[in-house]
């Protein structure tokens, strides 16, 4: 197939990454270009993608200064994301033959809002809680026909039930390759954004309660909450790593004994969780959003939210996992073959679904001869390579 | 023809107007039902408009508390905006055949870019100079098939020049019949929206300069300006009447020997101006956007923008005028019947341009047999209708 991945603005998709919805579109977009999808990810300068043609979005608009002056001029960096949507969206309704279908993992507003009027079939997945944004939009759009969309878990799908009931779940995957079994036996880790509603100065806290070592690692993306909450309490045994790259980030997780998530919002999946358990480290974390399920009886230890003395628990219970099982557990509930086989038949429905020709000239499914040159129509075709993507091996 | 008007959203379209395109909108749909067309306006709930039909806009979206508590929630008026016009659009989208011609006079963004995608031609009327918001859908937008717009004046098309250039000026109009002639010889009147790029505090200090009484009328929309620039100022001659229903504006300004017009900003056309000379109240004003053009030489005199001393001299002179002269003046150069017919000329070529099957059963324009139940195919029809409402008398 041809897909399109639209990528959420706010940083490149490439590693290290800023934050979950970064790295999903990364592991994705390989995962189908190694499928042998033809795979063009609209996202963000600096985006980069094993097998994946990047079109960058366009976030530099530079407005008159006429509209610079008006009174209603919103922030620079919202008007840039709304332009480059607008101007996403309209390119793609002006050639509907470009893509089979678009896939958008954007929190944005617009690609959601405009996906009826482009002509190609969009599947949106929802990857946190409902913002306004999107829950506006959502709710702005008629009946018929139905959005497509996802959340990329249950507890994603049960926070958005109010708004848009029973949700098809692809829950997120990890790919085991890139997060090898580590040694262990290492000072705790938290990784993640670091912002408020993540909370990592409550890792601190339990660390420090534990008498255990900790060392933080992700990319500070709330300067404020950094200074007043996080930095001062750094030293005697809790370290700031930085954010680290792919390789050091495996390394730092695989070494570590055990892995802290303190969310203080519904975390929609837990990819760092995810991560972490891959490497062979269990995890202690607060019981909420789509942890629970995430983690389970066999990648860690769940706490009560917010309740520190409770983590310091959970953390002393984890450390004491099994490694070899903790791995198995993250490969066997999270992997990233079940996420792209499952997106690969959402992507194929929506073309089925949109393109309703009867069969004409299809050659039989996985022969050589099936491709472009092969059909005389678009939509065997687009089946015909469908299919033959299918039949390859998975990476 | 069947008509949509889409208003802005942020007053009801009836008099006394929150504004300039409110006035617009209300004189606009009147006219071309009184003309014999079937107008509908989409506009905000409280909206009358004589002969036309209203359809509220969808401004009373609820979020969900999810969505509320999320750290980035925007104004709840610009969400409610959102989703008014996305869902008018989607709802226009849906059915093709139910208007002719969209003719749309929001400051809104949504209108504009979805407009190519709803089947029906769209015309968008520029109010104002760039507003990032129109901007930034115009410059989304792909060159072919151009949008259908027009701006309001000769200074707006200038406006909008580097982005889209050489628009088609249709110039605003007033009804003489709802402003006539009234005697002068009382205060100085300033009328307009209350807030500061309309800057009416300037007045008050040149009618304190000339020794001239003043009353201020119009909507306090910005509550702090109006606190601390324009409350303060009041008394000692200068008087506020409130936002005042139309007879009594009409009285206002009739009853004024001079008018003001003070804008901080590229005031895009001057309907306050207009009013007041067709009352025969020669205006003094600073020479910004549209207010050279429509002023000129027979309707008041002119200052250098933001000079008060100079605004005093064109004050003196301006109340020497011969109040029938300016009148004329107006009832010649900014005539609701000028800008009726021009913009009806307008939708019929969007019509015809967009229906381009040749006539088949047409009746002889105007005949009284011409008419839903007389044709037999959608585009003959609206033609026919069009030509049968040309044919009648101006209101």
Same mark, same amino acid.
């Given at each position: 197939m041809r897909i399109a991945l639209i990528a959420h603005h706010v940083a490149p998709v490439r590693p290290p990454f800023g934050g979950g919805v970064e790295s999903f579109t990364w592991y994705l977009g390989r995962w189908l270009a190694r499928r042998g999808h033809h795979v063009v990810a609209h996202a963000p300068t600096g985006s980069s993608i094993p097998g994946v043609q990047v079109r960058e979005l366009d976030l530099g608009v530079r407005l008159s200064d006429a509209a610079r002056c008006d009174?209603?001029? /919103?922030p620079d960096d919202f008007m840039a994301a709304h332009h480059a949507y607008q101007r996403l969206m309209v390119d793609l309704r002006r050639d509907p033959?470009?893509?089979?279908v678009v896939h958008s993992n954007t929190l944005h507003y617009l690609p959601l809002v405009m996906a009826p009027t482009i002509g190609v079939p969009v599947l949106t997945t929802l990857h946190t809680p409902p913002t306004p944004w999107l829950e506006s939009a959502l709710r702005s759009l008629? /009946?018929?026909?139905?959005p497509a969309l996802n959340a990329v878990s249950p507890a994603t799908r049960a926070a958005w039930e109010s708004v848009v009931p029973g949700l098809p779940v692809i829950r997120n995957g990890i790919d085991p390759g890139s997060w090898p079994a580590g040694p262990g036996g290492g000072p705790a880790v938290w990784s993640g954004r670091i912002v408020p509603e993540k909370a990592p100065h409550l890792a601190v806290e339990a660390c420090r309660a534990a008498g255990r070592e900790l060392v933080l690692a992700g990319p500070i993306i709330d300067g404020a909450y950094w200074e007043a909450r996080v930095r001062p309490l750094l030293g005697d045994g809790v370290r700031y790593a930085g954010h680290l790259d792919h390789d050091d980030l495996a390394r730092t997780l695989g070494t570590a004994s055990v892995a802290l998530m303190t969310p203080a919002w519904d975390e929609p999946f837990g990819l760092a969780a995810a991560e972490a358990m891959a490497c062979g480290t269990p995890v202690a974390a607060f019981a909420r959003g789509g942890l629970p399920e995430l983690i389970g009886d066999g990648g860690g230890r769940l706490a009560v939210p917010g309740d520190v003395a409770d983590l310091v628990r959970a953390l002393d219970a984890a450390a004491g996992m099994d490694r070899g099982a903790v791995r198995a557990h993250a490969v066997r509930t999270a992997g990233i073959d079940a996420m792209g086989l499952a997106y690969e038949r959402r992507y194929e429905a929506l073309v089925e679904h949109a393109r309703p020709e009867p069969v004409r000239t299809l050659r039989p499914v996985g022969a050589s001869t099936v491709g472009p040159s092969g059909v005389g129509s678009a939509a065997p075709r687009r089946r015909g390579v469908a299919a033959t993507a299918r039949a390859r091996a998975v990476s």
């Open positions: 009174v209603d001029m /919103p033959d470009r893509y089979d008629p /009946p018929e026909p139905r």
